[in-house]
């Protein structure tokens, strides 16, 4: 006799399910600043990454890193292309010589503020459907939601 599974696991819609949602609107704005990016030869993420550095600039690879929610091998690769572009530049961390701080360069600067009309273009493509009260609702539960201690969430499963 086979093994049964529950019976909510029958009403079960991966579909329907808030992560999978929360992907497939991500999926969905990535191809859209994609689209609005490819004419300056930037993908979404290197953008991304001039986003971080033009609001705090002299950051550690790995402060990017925990800022911009990406690994760090991901992370060295992508800042290896933006300085190959000579768009960011390393330096050496005076506080801690081991580390290095990454900042923009007047390129960089540059190319974030020719992006940034492209970003705002697909951002009103992606969110057209809400209005503004319910984008800036979406954006706090969000936040609330990644504000929320990890293993607290961990401990309630």
């Not at 990535?30 to 986003?51: D, H, I, K, N, S």
């Not at 402060?63 to 992370?75: I, S």
């Not at 020719?114 to 970003?119: I, M, N």
Request: charged share 25%; proline share 4%.
């Amino acid at each position: 006799m086979g093994r049964q599974l529950p019976e909510t696991a029958g009403q079960f819609s991966l579909e329907a399910s808030l992560g999978f949602l929360i992907y497939r609107v991500h999926q969905r704005a990535l191809a859209l600043l994609r689209r609005q990016l490819e004419p300056t030869g930037l993908t979404p993420q290197q953008f991304g990454v001039l986003a971080l550095l033009h609001a705090n600039n002299d950051q550690r690879q790995a402060e990017l890193c925990a800022r911009g929610a990406t690994d760090p091998n991901t992370m060295v690769g992508l800042v290896d292309r933006l300085e190959a572009m000579k768009l960011v530049r390393r330096r050496r961390d005076p506080a801690d010589r081991r580390a290095h701080l990454v900042c923009l360069t007047a390129a960089g600067r540059r190319a974030f503020y020719r992006c940034l009309p492209r970003y705002r273009r697909a951002a009103k493509r992606c969110w057209m459907a809400l209005s503004g009260s319910e984008r800036q609702h979406l954006r706090r539960l969000l936040l609330k939601v990644l504000a929320a201690p990890l293993e607290a969430a961990m401990l309630s499963s």
